[in-house]
């Protein structure tokens, strides 16, 4: 609307004047509210949304900051995933309005971050994981945060499981327990740790006697066979059915025939 023209006339009994004139309306200069100095941890999102006075439209634009920093040009959010490298990270953001340019400068620094475990990657704290003899059990623990080097142990767990120190990946072939055993990993860093513990109990695996082919054989041939099952021994072994003189061992289900029409 600017520069406007304003005409006002007087007038009296006599005659009249009239006087005119222009008011032209500047644009206010933007003036960035002031940004504060933060802190982040390593590897956490740090946003920051700028405000500003002035005439309006104003647009953003962020002149220099660290790798990977963006500006939403119409909403003055500043966004960036920090990392510990480019600790202390300087940023330069300027607004442009109908009134000039305006520009503000603040510094992030990036602390180190002690690692967290994702609950979501392994058991809840104190539960109870149920097994059967010989299952192949394995937890793959994952990060919510943490600065590398992260290295993993393990801090409680029956005989021959392991972990991955440079993984945390967890494994162990299942055998039978006395009850529910304590499970525990721990993830830890220069700058802090954290640890997860659960449970586990293995219970026998029923037997189960892997296929035996048909045979046949010449009358008067001695017939022997040793049978492999599945399952958590001790195994005992004993005939159900068949002919008379065919006998089967009962600690190791050897089987002896000799055949007979």
Request: glycine letters at 8%; hydrophobic letters at 40%.
């Amino acid at each position: 609307l600017s520069p406007v023209e304003i005409t006002i006339r007087v007038e009296n009994s006599v005659a009249s004047d009239t006087e005119s004139w222009i008011i032209t309306v500047l644009p206010v200069a933007p003036a960035i509210n002031p940004i504060a100095d933060d802190s982040i941890l390593d590897g956490f999102t740090y946003t920051t949304t700028a405000s500003a006075t002035g005439t309006i439209p104003l647009t953003w634009e962020l002149v220099s900051g660290p790798a990977g920093a963006t500006v939403n040009a119409f909403t003055g959010q500043v966004t960036w995933q920090a990392f510990l490298a480019a600790s202390p990270a300087s940023f330069e953001l300027q607004v442009t309005g109908p009134g000039g340019v305006d520009s503000e400068t603040w510094t992030v620094t990036v602390l180190p971050a002690p690692p967290v475990i994702n609950p979501d990657s392994v058991p809840e704290q104190d539960a109870e994981i149920l097994l059967q003899d010989g299952d192949l059990y394995a937890v793959f623990p994952t990060l919510q945060q943490g600065t590398p080097p992260v290295a993993w142990e393990l801090t409680a767990g029956p005989t021959g499981m392991t972990v991955n120190p440079a993984t945390g990946v967890l494994e162990w072939n299942a055998t039978v327990t006395n009850g529910a055993v304590a499970v525990g990993i721990r993830a830890y860093n220069d700058h802090g740790d954290d640890e997860i513990s659960w449970f586990v109990q293995v219970d026998p695996a029923p037997p189960q006697v892997f296929p035996i082919s048909n045979v046949s054989l010449w009358h008067g041939t001695e017939y022997v066979e040793y049978p492999v099952a599945s399952g958590t021994p001790p195994f005992t072994w004993s005939k159900v059915a068949g002919p008379a003189g065919l006998s089967v061992d009962e600690a190791s289900g050897a089987i002896h025939y000799l055949a007979d029409l």
